[in-house]
DNA sequence: TTCCATTAGCGAACATTGTTCGATAGCAAC
DNA sequence: GTTGCTATCGAACAATGTTCGCTAATGGAA
């Protein structure tokens, strides 16, 4: 009388792993978790991905790609970003610039934030995208619609090719940073409490060795997790944008 | 007639992990092979580390105290980076750049691209700056400096912050991406084989599809490991250079 | 010199984890 | 009915971080 044996799939892995990938942190993700929740024995998941390594891999190119399905939709209804970014609304191109390029570069934005929504939905996936190489499909995708929007840039082909990788290789490597304050963020119990004991650290330190941190400190309260990436993403963009002029 | 038994020191500790970690790679080094390189018993390092994540974290910190020292050494002898880095000239300020502001951007450069030197030369130093925060020492000092470098630029104190931190986080996050590539170039027997292969293997999707990927393929003679990184830098510091003007 | 608390070192065992192996059940085709 | 392929899983393996408890050295106080 035993009862008919789980059957799998790999979506089904996928949205487990997902799941069980927010809730406990890709470090505390075991094989063994992931196979009691879908009600099956360990080794049955090497049957769809040869380890844990190529399950991560497999389920942050799953993500990437919703990532290019957000932003595509979001193209064709002519939104500059995701919504949650609404108030970082994109910097007003130079009257130098040739509307190709400024094009182009609202494209890059719309493209690494919608990255970054999912970074921000997922906390485990940049440092992920770090490890995997531009190897999976949606990776290569990726990397070929942010060159895309660069090929009207009046970019020589050698800089085309830096700007593309320095961009992506920003989405992946500033993503990773920024998810990982979160999560030490989100480990604390008290997550506000944690802050202002953080800044009351810093405070703690000699004003004479530190003078900048010091000055620094009240000035927290205006950034949230997002400012940083942001910021720095439209910093490399305006540098971009500059490097059209000459 | 024991043989006396063997006596450790931190500084010996860290010698040791910084060349096991070199050889070996942050996943691979274990504390069983760091204790039998020092002649000694896995629980001994238990008593100068809590475990091997506070190890990783006093070992990063220390390579980061001899980026910090490097910079002063350069900056007292005038020189703009270290000298891997002659190909890379820093880009000319532009007019409407006041010296304080050029100045600061600089020695900003500077710092950062000594940190990237030890980034190169320890392949696991970025990826472990990123889980640690900005807790240890050295960090602070780094952030300070960074700090203290825009103190002069005329921006205000909110955006001096997000500079500031837009900057560090720039420095582990971009440089965890290039170090891991440079991992797996070498994780490969032939790495100029690895190479081509790779570049073969993107010429053989669709050039209909990947037209980007395709026009860009020959371009990769050009560019080196640290090209990505040092012109990301450029772009970011440009960036901020922008902002000054208006 | 003797004693003893502190520092330092270490072998052995433990718990957890990714991975492999071999067996086996469902199932479709011949 | 036999065969072969797909899919599943229990059990065992090997590696690793960590803990426990015991022991050796050290050096100051009595």
Redesign the pocket.
């Known amino acids: 009388m035993?009862r008919?044996?789980?059957?799998?799939?790999l979506e089904q892995i996928i949205e487990a792993a997902i799941t069980t990938l927010d809730t406990v942190g890709a470090e505390?993700?075991?094989?063994?978790?992931l196979?009691a929740q879908l009600?099956?024995?360990?080794?049955?998941l090497?049957?769809?991905a040869?380890?844990?390594?190529q399950l991560m891999a497999i389920v942050s190119d799953e993500l990437l790609g919703r990532a290019l399905d957000e932003a595509e939709a979001l193209e064709r209804a002519d939104q500059p970003h995701p919504k949650q970014f609404e108030n970082y609304p994109p910097p007003e191109p130079d009257g130098r610039t040739s509307t190709g390029t400024a094009e182009g570069l609202l494209q890059i934005r719309r493209l690494v934030l919608c990255l970054f929504a999912q970074m921000l939905e997922h906390r485990w996936l940049a440092s992920q995208l770090i490890k995997a190489g531009p190897d999976e499909q949606n990776s290569l995708s990726y990397w070929e619609l942010v060159g895309q929007a660069l090929q009207n840039s009046g970019l020589d082909l050698t800089r085309q090719l830096q700007a593309s990788m320095v961009v992506s290789t920003y989405a992946s490597g500033m993503g990773a940073e920024v998810s990982q304050r979160a999560i030490e963020r989100e480990a604390a119990e008290d997550a506000e409490a944690q802050h202002t004991a953080q800044i009351d650290h810093w405070a703690s330190f000699s004003e004479e060795d530190f003078p900048f941190v010091h000055s620094v400190l009240g000035e927290f309260e205006n950034l949230d997790e997002a400012s940083d990436f942001v910021m720095g993403l439209d910093l490399v963009l305006s540098g971009l944008e500059r490097l059209t002029w000459d």
Not at 4 to 9: F, H, M
Not at 28 to 33: A, D, E, I, Y
Request: positive net charge; proline residues 0%; glycine residues 12%.
């Open positions: 035993a008919t044996r789980t059957s799998l799939s505390k993700m075991t094989l063994r978790g196979a009600d099956s024995g360990v080794a049955s090497y049957w769809y040869s380890g844990k390594d």
